[in-house]
C-alpha cells in the first residue's frame, strides 16, 4: 500500500492508538538493516519526507520501525533524524508499540479521533524476489560490481548471488558486461580483466522504491564514493569484499550482520572505506576497514591512522559497541609501520594490519594489535 503526499509517495498509513484513546495519524516506514542501506542514508529518506508531510499534512507523523538484530542500526536511525524538520519522527524496533517518548525531534499532534487517510495509490510495491532485490539494492549502490563483490555485500554466497543476477539480467533490470566484447576500448571500465554486471535504469527504479525514494526525488548520497584512479581496482574491490573476507576468516565464532562500503557516519569528517556490523564475544562490533596503498611516508602513515582509530575508537565508545579497527595493504612495510604507532589500545579495540589477500586476516584481540604473517603479502599485485 502507499499513499500520496503532496509530490511523494509514501507507505502504510494508519492512526496509532497510544494509549486513553488518543490517536496519532502516522506514516509508518518499515525498514530493515538488510535493505543494503547504512542508517545515515535511510536518514535522508525519512528528512525528505518528514519536511514534505509536515508542509501537506500538518497533524501527521512519523513512525519508523527498525528490523534489526542489535541495537547500533535502530539507535543510529533515532540519532539521526532528531535534527530532522517538519513532521515528528518517532523510532522504534518492529515489534514496539508507539509511545509519546519515542518522538525526538518533536512532539506529535494527539487527537481523541482518528484523521483521514491520504490518496490511496495502488501499485508501489516492487515485484521481485527478495534475493533479487537485495542484488539490485547492492548495485544501485555500486553502479557496476563483479559477482564476488555484489555476493560479499549481500551476504550471499556467490551461487546464489549469479543466480539473482542472471533472472534480473533476463529482465533487464541488470546488464553483463565483458570487457572483452567491447567495442570502444575508449571508454573507462571497471576491470579491464574481469567481466561485471551494471545496472539499468529500470532496476535503479525498482531499488529506490524499495526503499521508499518517490519519482523525482534526488538520492545521490547512496552512491558509493569515488576516490579515483590512482588507488586502482584492488582498492575498490578490497573494500567491498571486507564482509566476505570477515566471514571466511572469523565467521564459525562470530556473527557478520551487515556490511558497507563508505559509510557516513554521525559525528566524523571521514569515513571508512568499508564498515561491517555484527557480533562478537557478547558483543556489538563495528569491523572497520582501511585500505592503504602506501603512497605516502611512514611517519605520514602513522599520523593518520593514529588519529582515525582513536576518533573510531570514540565514536564506538560513544555508541556502546566494540570496534576491530583494520588496515589492510598490499605491503608489508605499512603493517611494520603502523604497528609501532598503535599504542595504548583501549579495550574494547582490537586492531587488525593484515594483507589486501583474500582470506589471511589475523585474528584481532581485544586491546592490542594482531598483524598478518609475511606469508600472507608474498603473491599480492602491488598497483
Not at 498509513?13 to 495519524?25: A, D, Q, Y
Not at 560490481?145 to 533472472?167: K, P, V, W, Y
Amino acid at each position: 500500500m502507499a499513499y500520496s503526499v503532496g509530490d511523494l509517495v509514501l507507505p502504510n498509513w494508519r492512526n496509532v492508538n497510544v494509549g486513553n484513546g488518543r490517536f496519532v495519524s502516522a506514516c509508518i516506514f518499515e525498514i530493515s538493516s538488510a535493505d543494503m542501506l547504512p542508517p545515515a542514508e535511510y536518514c535522508e529518506t525519512l528528512k525528505t519526507a518528514a519536511s514534505v508531510i509536515g508542509k501537506n499534512r500538518g497533524m501527521a507523523a512519523i513512525w519508523v520501525q527498525v528490523n534489526a538484530p542489535g541495537l547500533w542500526y535502530p539507535l543510529e536511525i533515532r540519532r539521526g533524524i532528531r535534527n530532522a524538520r517538519g513532521a515528528p519522527i518517532a523510532v522504534t524496533r518492529v515489534d514496539s508499540n508507539l509511545r509519546l517518548s519515542d518522538f525526538d525531534n518533536s512532539m506529535p499532534y494527539v487527537g481523541d479521533s482518528q484523521l483521514p487517510r491520504p490518496p490511496f495509490i495502488a501499485d508501489w510495491t516492487a515485484h521481485v524476489n527478495p534475493n533479487e532485490m537485495t542484488c539490485l539494492r547492492v548495485l544501485a549502490k555500486l553502479k557496476k560490481a563483479q559477482t564476488s563483490e555484489i555476493a560479499s555485500l549481500a551476504g550471499f554466497s556467490i551461487r546464489t548471488a549469479r543466480d539473482a543476477l542472471n533472472a534480473l539480467a533476463k529482465r533487464n533490470y541488470v546488464t553483463h558486461i565483458d570487457p572483452a566484447t567491447v567495442a570502444d576500448k575508449s571508454k573507462p571500465l571497471y576491470s579491464e580483466k574481469y567481466p561485471f554486471w551494471e545496472i539499468r535504469r529500470n532496476g535503479i527504479v525498482e531499488a529506490l522504491r524499495s526503499w521508499n525514494v518517490s519519482p523525482g526525488v534526488p538520492f545521490v548520497s547512496r552512491f558509493e564514493k569515488e576516490h579515483g584512479t590512482g588507488e586502482g581496482n584492488r582498492h575498490k574491490s578490497t573494500a567491498r569484499l571486507w564482509p566476505a573476507n570477515l566471514q571466511v576468516c572469523f565467521g564459525k565464532t562470530e556473527s557478520i550482520w551487515a556490511g558497507w562500503t563508505e559509510v557516513t557516519l554521525e559525528g566524523l569528517r571521514f569515513t571508512p572505506d568499508a564498515l561491517a556490523w555484527g557480533k562478537k564475544d557478547e558483543r556489538e562490533v563495528l569491523y572497520w576497514l582501511e585500505v592503504e596503498t602506501g603512497h605516502i611516508s611512514s611517519k605520514e602513515l602513522a599520523l593518520r591512522y593514529s588519529h582515525r582509530m582513536g576518533r573510531a575508537s570514540q565514536y564506538a565508545k560513544e555508541r556502546d559497541v566494540n570496534l576491530v579497527f583494520a588496515v589492510l595493504s598490499g605491503k608489508e612495510w605499512i603493517a611494520n609501520a603502523l604497528e609501532m604507532a598503535f599504542m595504548d589500545i583501549e579495550p574494547h579495540v582490537a586492531a587488525i594490519l593484515g594483507s589486501w589477500k583474500f582470506g589471511t586476516l589475523p585474528a584481532a584481540r581485544w586491546g592490542s594489535v594482531a598483524k598478518a604473517s609475511a606469508e600472507a603479502y608474498k603473491t599480492n599485485d602491488e598497483e
